[in-house]
């Protein structure tokens, strides 16, 4: 496995590449150009710069997490293609500075959910919590919560500008039903794919968290069957997966290392981390270790183990400790995720079981 580690950038994260580079076994960067809405044009002059600070400091640039996908190609409006040269355009730019994979979402207006984001957990930190009775039928009231809640840092998906339009997003997608979300996702997939394969970069999906639909809004990649459907949009090669089993591991139907096995020539890179599920259905984010939660998180690493996986992986999001809330963003602190990949690699190592095991 290939590890990396979601950076915010200069000036734009607490977290310096200095001090990732003091934790064991990261060889890439996963990175974006953050301040992007879906639907902006990326200068390479931007590019080249965060690349070039990237390598400088010894690491990989083959991972961009996310160019986010305009509303009006999920939509399926006309509008859509003039969107979709935009996103080529990026692919084309991003191949020339190293990258070969590209995360991206196609859950319409939110991109992950939660109700809290420092919930407090028994051992005193806190973490990212969904609570199934706390979304009702009033989202501004949620994005409201969440938008404070995140103070002075923008969270991907959770534009203050785009959610104020909160009310036309909805009325726009209003006809959009689960078939019709597939389809806009296939003419996107059909016109992006065959650049991908030209310029060697693999699309790879990012499941949607949580693992259904919310606020009566379609949620497609979300179970094993709507996963084969997915691939079976457009079946190449590049046209591939984000397997974030904290995602899926929303829904304790889905079958995490079966889906693993399953799936594991399509999965470009793996979003690593544990979630606890509550009988009610309420979730929250807990440390990596398999048994604090209702992910089996070593038999993950196993699955992908067994498969020779040589991807990317990431360890995704952690609990914030250590009073680190007051300062990082929700989900992104430095030190659970700096344990969660010592714990990742630690399983890995032992599957190896080979002294000094690469
Ligand atoms: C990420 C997502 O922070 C997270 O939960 O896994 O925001 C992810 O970056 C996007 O869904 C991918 O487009
Ligand atoms: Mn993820």
Known sequence: MNMTWRWYGEGNDNI???????????????????????????????????ADQITAKGFST???????????????????????????????K??????????????P??????????????????????????????????????????????????????????????????????????????????????????????????????????FGLPRIIRSRDTIRRFLDLVDSPYNGLTFCTGSLGTNPENDLPAMIREFHDRIYFAHIRNVKVFDNGDFIEVSHRGRDGSVDVAEVVKAYHENGYTGYVRPDHGRHLWGEEKNCRPGYGLYDRAMGIMYLLGVWDSLDNVKGAK
């Open 16 to 50: 310096t590449l200095d001090h990732i580079r003091q934790i064991p076994g990261v060889m890439g960067i996963v990175w974006s150009l953050h301040d992007k809405v879906a639907g902006e044009v990326w200068e390479m002059e931007r590019i080249q710069e965060v």
């Open 62 to 92: 083959a991972v961009v997490e996310s160019v986010n996908v305009h509303d009006d190609i999920k939509i399926g409006l006309p509008t859509r293609d003039k969107y979709i040269d935009i996103y080529i355009d990026t692919i084309r």
């Open 94 to 107: 991003l191949a020339t500075v190293g990258v070969k994979v590209i995360c991206y979402n196609f859950m």
């Open 109 to 214: 207006v939110f991109d992950w959910t939660r109700t809290e984001l420092y919930k407090e957990l028994p051992d005193g930190s806190n973490a990212l919590f969904y609570e199934k009775a706390a979304i009702t039928d009033n989202p501004r009231e949620m994005v409201d919560r969440i938008l404070k809640g995140a103070g002075q840092f923008t969270m991907p998906g959770w534009e203050p500008e785009r959610l104020a339009k909160l009310d036309e997003l909805f009325a726009a997608y209003a006809d959009v039903t689960e078939d019709k979300l597939f389809s806009n996702l296939q003419y996107f997939l059909e016109r992006i794919i065959p650049v991908c394969e030209e310029v060697d970069i693999k699309m790879a999906i990012h499941p949607d968290d949580p693992a259904w639909p919310i």
